[in-house]
């Protein structure tokens, strides 16, 4: 009788607990624990599983359970000419499987208990060149069901959309032409194939494909690729609508494009992932900046939707609402990744809302339904060009809360000053460069430092959300790049920006750290709560060594996954590119390898509460992609990428025995 019981008080408390959970939170914004069926977890990107087995006891006991070699080294080894970025994918896991795409475009189907391949898809994108902008990288694919017919979805990197049989990997011959859609037709120009591309997984909304897509950013030719966002009826491949994020004339915000350059000006492309919410209906879009990414001349005007965030009806493609994080973007400030789909409370009031992380390092929070900020957005006056032909907007966008999650801007009292002479050093560096608050447009006359530069404040990594505790957690880096502006060889472009690391002094940055860091925002009431640094450069820069009392973190990219136990953090190592002559769009698009060195490689696991650190497991080289989670046969295991370029491309998966 006792046992009978207190078995019904188990059910009745999970009954109440997943009615409570129903409640408060939207189901775009949850994930099923055992699966992982989404880019992000959920489709609302929380990053989050609400599995518990891994935990602070048993965290350090982790161990890799099996390994899977991506299966673009079949290529890659007869081909030695293709030079692949690191590999970015994280897998999804449905009913036992996992699916995955590799930096080639190609989609494989894993057992998620043993790593055995069960198939593998090659759409040969190796063989149309190599991919624009960033080259061979891609990120992950969509799944899709609707009874038996299951489907897995994924842009491809030479622009196309497919759409595969997730049981067999056979193209569905029923979607567009045999499984395929060519995303280069239907854009309202001519667009050529080595200039366009996808790297990001789709979303499925009511049905609905939405498939964003990559674009050179600097102008290469006159007339660039336009950044337009389709939709395509999941079954059919049928086109169901097209958003110009370069308004045609008559589209609202065309005017905001001065003369007649929203004729010819491209990108302004989603290139992040997108996120979506099914009860709504609505998909939300982070667009980034409008080609040239640093001089502004030939597209004059605020520019919508450059650098804005859109959220669209998924069924009709209408907008619903938008914001502008950046007018008339100099500084390659894209949102860089997906938008994250919260449901807070905040002042007693229940909100659905949409936070986004940015490369200026905010974190901009918006009611999802209205657009209406959920904290006060404040135009404040920013400096301004003195370049030709240049207007930089007057004022740009700060919002009251939350605060900055990482360094902004470069003054005097931010050089590092661990004794007088470094700190003179650093100062009579800095005085090779032009600097300024936020928002300091680029020159003439000297390198303008971008802080956060181009791959710092927040990343493609994205954020992480906790739907029981409200707390957000955000990994970036302290990282700014040095911007020279010099004539473009591309006729009527005007300048093109050149970006170079700023100098350091022998390995030192000339700034304080923290480098790297995580910091934890309560999103019921957009305070700060903690922040600690992630990873310490000392470990590889010697002259930093004598200095180095606590961790200084690690000024490279950080990806998250979070538990309903733990925080897991793993870092990527160090990249160096190279540019290397004949590239297929002559010498103004020259191919660039990658290569990428092995530091410090591991997952370190976080104390939620408080940031302290709870330990750290080993990898053979440093991840390159989100982790993700799952439960299998009573098994929780993690799963994270790692390699690519120079390093070997392999899936690790770890669990607790």
């Known amino acids: 009788m006792k046992i009978t019981r207190k078995i019904n008080r188990f059910i009745l408390t999970t009954i109440l607990l997943a009615g409570t959970l129903s409640d408060g939170f939207g ?40 390994t899977w070699r991506s299966v673009e080294e079949n290529i890659t080894r007869t081909h030695p000419e293709i030079k692949s970025w690191v590999w ?178 491209g990108s302004a492309n989603v290139w992040a992932p997108i996120s979506a919410d099914d009860e709504l209906g609505y998909v939300y879009l982070p667009f980034s900046t409008p080609s040239n990414d640093n001089y502004g001349g030939g597209r004059l005007g605020s520019g919508l939707f450059g650098e804005s965030l859109v959220a669209l009806d998924a069924r009709t493609g209408k907008r619903i609402w938008h914001f502008q994080f950046v007018h008339h973007g100099l500084w390659d400030y894209d949102p860089p990744a997906a938008p994250n789909l919260i449901d807070i409370n905040v002042n007693g009031k229940a909100i659905k809302a949409v936070a986004q992380v940015t490369k200026q390092g905010f974190v901009y929070v918006f009611d999802r339904v209205t657009g209406k900020p959920v904290w006060d957005i404040i135009e404040r006056p920013v400096p301004q060009s003195t370049v030709p032909g240049e207007r930089s907007s007057p004022t740009q966008p700060f919002p009251s809360r939350p605060a900055a999650i990482d360094r902004q801007g470069i003054t005097e009292n931010d050089l590092v000053d661990y004794t007088p002479a470094l700190r003179d050093s650093a100062l ?81 940055p000339l700034w304080k750290p923290p480098y790297g860091r995580l910091t934890a925002i309560d999103m019921h009431t957009g305070n700060h709560k903690w922040m600690t640094p992630m990873g310490d450069l000392s470990t590889s820069v010697p002259a930093l060594k004598q200095y180095a009392q606590t961790p200084l973190g690690r000024s490279t990219r950080s990806h998250i996954l979070l538990t309903r136990t733990l925080l897991f953090v793993a870092q990527e190592g160090s990249t160096q590119r190279e540019e290397m002559g004949g590239g297929e769009a002559g010498e103004k698009s020259k191919s660039t390898e990658l290569k990428f060195q092995v530091i410090d490689p591991g997952i370190v696991a976080y104390d939620k509460t ?48």
Not at 441 to 459: H, N, Q, R, V, W
Not at 611 to 633: C, E, V
Request: glycine share 12%; net charge neutral; with cysteine.
């Open 27 to 66: 189901q775009s914004t949850l994930v099923s624990g055992n699966e992982w069926k989404n880019y992000g977890g959920s489709k609302g990107s929380s990053q989050y599983s609400s599995l518990n087995q891994i935990d602070s006891s048993n965290f350090k006991r982790l161990h890799i359970a099996w």
């Open 88 to 265: 970015e994918s994280t897998p999804l896991m449905v009913e036992g499987v996992l699916y995955i795409s590799t930096s080639l475009s190609q989609v494989a189907a894993i057992d998620a208990a043993t790593g055995k391949t069960k198939w593998g898809y090659d759409p040969e994108t190796w063989k149309n060149g190599t991919p624009s902008n960033n080259g061979f990288v891609h990120r992950g694919v969509a799944y899709w069901k609707d009874g038996k017919d299951e489907r897995i979805l994924l842009g491809t990197g030479d622009g196309y959309l497919i759409a595969l049989n997730a049981v067999t990997g056979k193209p569905i011959a029923t979607f567009g032409t045999d499984g395929r859609i060519d995303l280069t037709r239907g854009l309202g120009r001519t667009v050529e194939r080595k200039l366009y591309g996808v790297s990001s997984a789709p979303i499925v909304c009511k049905d609905v494909v939405v498939v964003g897509t990559k674009v050179h950013d600097v102008p290469v030719t006159e007339t660039m690729p336009p950044g337009a966002v389709r939709g395509f009826d999941v079954r059919t491949g049928k086109q169901v609508w097209k958003f110009n994020a370069i308004p045609q004339k008559g589209e609202f915000g065309n005017e905001t494009w001065e003369g007649d350059s929203w004729k010819t000006v």
């Open 428 to 508: 009579a560096i800095l005085r090779n460069y032009n600097y300024g608050p936020l928002f300091t447009p680029p020159t003439l006359e000297k390198p303008t430092i971008l802080m956060p530069g181009i791959a710092g404040g927040a990343s493609w990594a994205g954020a992480a959300f906790d739907p029981e505790t409200g707390m957000f957690y955000v990994p970036s880096n302290t990282i700014p790049y040095a911007v020279t502006l010099e004539k473009s060889k591309t006729p009527h472009i005007g300048y093109d920006g050149k970006t170079v690391a700023v100098e350091t002094l022998n390995g030192i």
């Open 610 to 657: 408080n940031g302290k650190m709870i330990g750290k497991i080993d990898l053979p080289r440093n991840a390159t992609a989100a982790p993700m989670t799952y439960m299998l046969n009573g098994k929780q295991y993690i799963a994270v990428t790692t390699g690519g370029a120079n390093l070997a491309p392999e899936l690790i998966v770890l669990c607790v025995d």
